[in-house]
């Protein structure tokens, strides 16, 4: 079956935000597990340390933690902060596998214990590692970010197989983050997978987030990026979970797979991604989400406006609003070249757009079945609304590309934040002359390139 594409992407930072994270130390710590005899301050590598923990302990702000290829568990001097730790961060450091390659360096809570504690309120990244086997009580399962002012970046990881449950409101079973204050998060070319937020079904208690959750404190704000949420559950939001702050932002992500598994009597869902903040969403594709109660695809539940940039929202299937639902009086919802299509409701019909809310929707050069979309009809059409099929490429084997006679080539609007940007394939957003509506732009055969 032909699956989707993805390319592992590095996102570069800001060169602002390369001068002024780390202040301090640039000295260099060490953990591995072969060859060396382990010496403090673990300053070398033949002196490194066996366990992480013992590397971050030695470091002083500003370094670099270097970590060899393997396997690492929980160590004899492990911190309990909300549960047992593999690694707990209390300091600004870079935690870096020393190759570059997830799925060599492992961090394994052995299915009792938290991956990674984060507690720094300055600059913190985790690059290169695959996070799996993890459990903790009420918040993140495979990384817990503890609320802090800090920033934080977690980047070219994946984040699998963790879990976390029965406390009250379990939440994140991936990752969980609570920034607060004029900070941000960034997370980018990461893969969130078959993680699962454990409801206490004895209680009212609910879990959030399968895969991610993610908020922030008015003013902060986020963004992910480049990263792959899939076949994550919890009893809302079973991909994503974002909660209040200014602004999140999702570029070219793939959401898909994942399930909110209790309906709570039609009120919370979101397959795909459910949030209470204000979202907006760049070059996504987001398909076969599934919830028992609302928004299969994404659920707005009292956070706003969500805007859609050139995404593709197309299979997923919920009771209410099977593609994109706004829940209440304030939320909004505004498609820019978007695809919203043959998403399912439980009647069997194409509930793709459903919008509870009094506020003003709008939407802008989109494909969408205007006959199933449940409204106020508090809504104002601008451009181009194509209801006819999108024609993909192949839709049984979730190959979502266009096809040659799609009605939606070169039938968007052209938008400042596409100049210079990428779509999901990673090819050039617009090469025509018009942006294609979707996440994908259709490359021509034979097409002919001149060089100076």
């Not at 704000?221 to 979970?241: F, L, P, Q, R």
Request: hydrophobic share 35%; net charge neutral.
């Amino acid at each position: 079956m032909s699956m989707p594409q993805f390319s592992w992407r590095f996102i570069l930072l800001s060169s602002a935000l390369a001068i002024t994270i780390l202040p301090g130390s640039r000295a260099d710590y060490y953990a591995a597990q072969n060859g060396q005899t382990p010496s403090a301050p673990y300053t070398a590598w033949n002196s490194a340390a066996i366990h992480i923990q013992d590397a971050v302990n030695a470091a002083t702000n500003g370094a670099t933690v270097w970590v060899g290829a393997g396997r690492y568990t929980v160590p004899p001097n492990a911190s309990n902060v909300l549960g047992t730790n593999v690694v707990y961060i209390n300091r600004s450091l870079i935690l870096r596998s020393s190759n570059g390659v997830p799925a060599t360096t492992i961090i394994d809570g052995s299915g009792t214990n938290r991956g990674i504690a984060i507690a720094s309120s300055a600059m913190l990244i985790v690059d290169g590692f695959t996070v799996s086997n993890c459990w903790a009580t009420n918040q993140g399962g495979g990384i817990y970010i503890i609320p802090v002012a800090g920033t934080n970046v977690i980047r070219n990881c994946i984040v699998s197989d963790n879990n976390v449950g029965f406390g009250t409101e379990a939440s994140g079973g991936g990752i969980y983050a609570y920034i607060i204050g004029s900070y941000y998060y960034v997370i980018s070319n990461c893969v969130f997978r078959n993680n699962r937020a454990l409801s206490n079904v004895a209680t009212t208690n609910y879990s959030t987030g399968g895969g991610v959750w993610m908020g922030t404190y008015p003013p902060g704000y986020g963004t992910i990026d480049g990263c792959i949420i899939e076949s994550n559950s919890a009893a809302k939001a079973g991909g994503m979970y974002l909660h209040y702050g200014l602004k999140h932002m999702v570029k070219n992500c793939i959401i898909r797979n994942n399930t909110a598994q209790y309906d709570y009597n039609a009120t919370y869902g979101g397959g795909g991604t459910y949030h209470n903040g204000a979202v907006e969403f760049y070059n996504c594709l987001i398909h076969n989400n599934v919830a028992y109660g609302r928004g299969g695809g994404v659920e707005n539940q009292n956070g706003g406006l969500t805007i859609f940039y050139n995404c593709t929202v197309v299979s997923n299937r919920a009771n209410y609003g099977s593609g994109v639902e706004a829940r209440y009086p304030t939320t909004r919802i505004y498609l820019y070249n978007t695809i919203v299509y043959s998403n399912f409701s439980a009647a069997g019909n194409h509930e793709n757009i459903s919008i509870a809310g009094t506020s003003l929707s709008y939407f802008a050069n989109s494909c969408y079945y205007p006959t199933n979309l449940s409204s106020t009809n508090n809504y104002i059409v601008g451009g181009v609304i194509i209801t006819s099929p999108p024609s993909f490429a192949d839709w049984a084997g979730e190959n979502y590309r266009l096809l040659p006679d799609s009605p939606c080539l070169n039938a968007g609007t052209n938008q400042d934040w596409m100049q210079g940007s990428r779509d999901l394939d990673g090819n050039q957003r617009v090469r025509y002359g018009a942006v294609d509506i979707g996440a994908y732009e259709l490359i021509h055969n034979a097409t002919i390139y001149r060089f100076r």
